[in-house]
Every structure is written in structure tokens, then in C-alpha cells.
């Protein structure tokens, strides 16, 4: 049987030494996702044992000390087995990096980890998000579906990042995006990813965008041409109430709609449906995005083999739908 604990913030928490392994989440506000009650079902779907799940809760952007606090129990703690990183992707690697025993080359190019795992007496960061994000893409546009498009990304975070990686990967040969262009509302976090852009060794042109008001956002949009994927990277909807663009924000004919968010106010995904008959939108949420990056990242932390595909993949998936609707 897995239990779960939730820690408010890091601040109020006490980072107990585990008393069985333990699985961590490390996000902004985990009480509330779906996989605290999806986990413990997994879990004994997939044998893991006894075995607990502790969110730990940091806002946004947290002091260098906290990440590495954090990073530093799970290494010294014998029974923390490891985490899922959500929203502190950059931030915690780059207070942190120096802590860990090993990085993968993902980790190395994004400089963002999205998942800690302990191995051979090593801790290990990884950067899963490049594959989540691909298989999550590859649902909504298959390959083949990409030759003429172009895609915005609005954040640019780590999944922006990741994102940006996968379509552009040099086996696509021509089947990767027109333009991909991405807003941020802090200039860095664009120079960021410019550089880590640069290493792709891509062709594919990259456009950045200021965008500290939703009406910068709106401004970008208006210019996206017929088809493109359009996408809420920022957590804007989940990690904090809102939406990147304005109501007066209109998305292109026959678009993708993708808010990475399955949960909170999902204020983008209302604006795209109130266009989506006028405007021949296909609309989707990050529920899809959801499965995967759990299910790769448990893969890593316990050493199993979990399918991305087929039936053992289906089951999961059937068994997340009913745990969140319970």
C-alpha cells in the first residue's frame, strides 16, 4: 500500500528522514494534482511495494539555498529513492548542479532536470522532458504532420525547451515547423534558451518574443500563420490563476490548441474554445503530456521497464482516468 504526506511549502516542512523508500513530487501546489491519486494505483499496478509519496510545495522561482537543500536530503537520505520535478526544472539544477553525482547529456544540454534517481550509490539527474514532450506532440500532430507549420510557444521554460528540441531533431529531415516562436515575460529565461537553441545545430528559424503584458502575446498570435500548434507553457491556469493572452487574443485558422495544464482555471483553453467553431481549432490539455512524463520518470526512479505504447501503456492510462475521477 502507498500513503501519501503532503508538505505545505519548504519552508513549514521538516525534510524527515524516510522510513520506507519514498517517492517525491517537488512542484508549486501538489495537493492538487491528479497524481496523488494516481500513484498509489500505479504503484501496485506495477509492483512497486511499499512505498510512500511526499510533495514538497516551493514557489516559484525559490532561493538557491532551498533547491539545494532539497537536492542535499535526497542524497543523504537512504530511503529518498527519488523525485519528479515540475515548474523548478531550471532553477533547481542551476542552484544544484555541483550535488549531483551524474547528469545526462539531456540534463547537460537543457541545463534543467526534470527527474532525480539514485543509482549505485550515485545521485543522478535527468532531463525527461525532451522525450515526454515528443511523445506528447507526436499525439496531438503525428510525424509526417509538420512540413508548412509553425508552432508558438508562450513560456519558456523547460518544456518550451524540450519542445523546441524535439522538432527539430535532424532525423525529422523536413518534417519540423516553419518558424518556432516562443514569448516569455522575462527577457533571461529567452536569452536562456536562445543559447541552449544554438546547440540543436538547427536550421529551423527560432523567434523570440518579449512578453511581459498578455497583449504582447496577442500581438504575436495575430501573426501566426493557418495550422499552427499554439501552446500555454507558462503554468499560467495552474501554478498561478490566469491566462497568457487577453480575451481580445485571436488564434489562427484550423490551429492546435495546447495548454500544457490539465487542471486550475484553464483560462487559455476557455479562450480557445469560445473561438473553436468560428475558428476550426483542435484543442487539447497536457493530460496526454501528464501520463508520460510521470510514467518515465517512475521507469527511471524504480529501474523498470514501463511501455509507451500498446496495451500495458493502455492500462495505465485507463487506470489514471479512474483514479483522477474518483
Excluded at 52 to 78: K, N, S, T
Excluded at 88 to 117: G, N, R
Excluded at 123 to 151: M, N, Q, V
Amino acid at each position: 500500500m502507498t500513503t501519501q504526506e503532503q508538505y505545505p511549502t519548504l519552508t513549514a516542512a521538516v525534510l524527515r528522514p524516510a522510513v520506507r523508500p519514498t517517492f517525491y513530487f517537488i512542484g508549486v501546489s501538489t495537493a492538487h494534482s491528479s497524481i496523488r491519486q494516481v500513484f498509489p494505483e500505479w504503484a501496485d499496478e506495477l509492483g512497486l511495494g511499499e512505498v510512500d509519496f511526499v510533495g514538497i510545495d516551493m514557489p516559484l522561482h525559490a532561493p538557491a539555498e532551498d533547491y539545494r537543500r532539497v537536492v542535499q536530503f535526497f542524497r543523504d537520505d537512504a530511503l529518498s529513492v527519488g523525485a519528479l520535478v515540475t515548474t523548478h526544472k531550471l532553477d533547481l539544477y542551476q542552484a544544484a548542479s555541483d550535488l549531483f553525482d551524474y547528469a545526462d547529456p539531456l540534463t547537460v544540454l537543457m541545463d534543467e532536470i526534470s527527474c532525480i534517481s539514485k543509482r549505485d550509490g550515485e545521485l543522478r539527474a535527468h532531463a525527461k522532458d525532451p522525450i515526454t514532450a515528443g511523445f506528447a506532440i507526436d499525439a496531438i500532430l503525428p510525424p509526417g504532420s509538420w512540413k508548412g507549420r509553425s508552432t508558438f510557444i508562450m513560456g519558456a521554460g523547460g518544456s518550451a525547451i524540450a519542445m523546441a528540441w524535439h522538432l527539430t531533431r535532424p532525423e525529422r529531415g523536413d518534417d519540423v515547423p516553419r518558424e518556432i516562436v516562443v514569448s516569455n515575460r522575462s527577457r533571461p529565461r529567452l536569452e536562456s534558451l536562445r543559447e541552449v537553441y544554438r546547440q540543436f545545430g538547427t536550421e529551423v528559424p527560432l523567434r523570440l518574443v518579449d512578453s511581459p503584458a498578455p497583449a504582447d502575446n496577442d500581438a504575436a498570435l495575430a501573426l501566426m500563420p493557418p495550422g499552427s500548434l499554439i501552446v500555454n507553457a507558462t503554468g499560467l491556469g495552474k501554478d498561478a490563476p490566469g491566462s497568457p493572452l487577453s480575451d481580445a487574443g485571436v488564434f489562427p485558422e484550423a490551429a492546435h490548441v495546447w495548454d500544457l495544464n490539465y487542471r486550475g482555471d484553464l483560462v487559455f483553453l476557455d479562450q480557445a474554445r469560445a473561438q473553436a467553431e468560428e475558428r476550426g481549432l483542435r484543442i487539447h490539455d497536457g493530460w496526454v503530456y501528464f501520463i508520460h512524463g510521470w510514467t518515465r520518470v517512475i521507469a527511471e526512479v524504480f529501474d523498470i521497464e514501463i511501455p509507451t505504447s500498446g496495451p500495458g501503456f493502455d492500462r495505465l492510462s485507463a487506470i489514471a482516468r479512474g483514479a483522477r475521477r474518483a
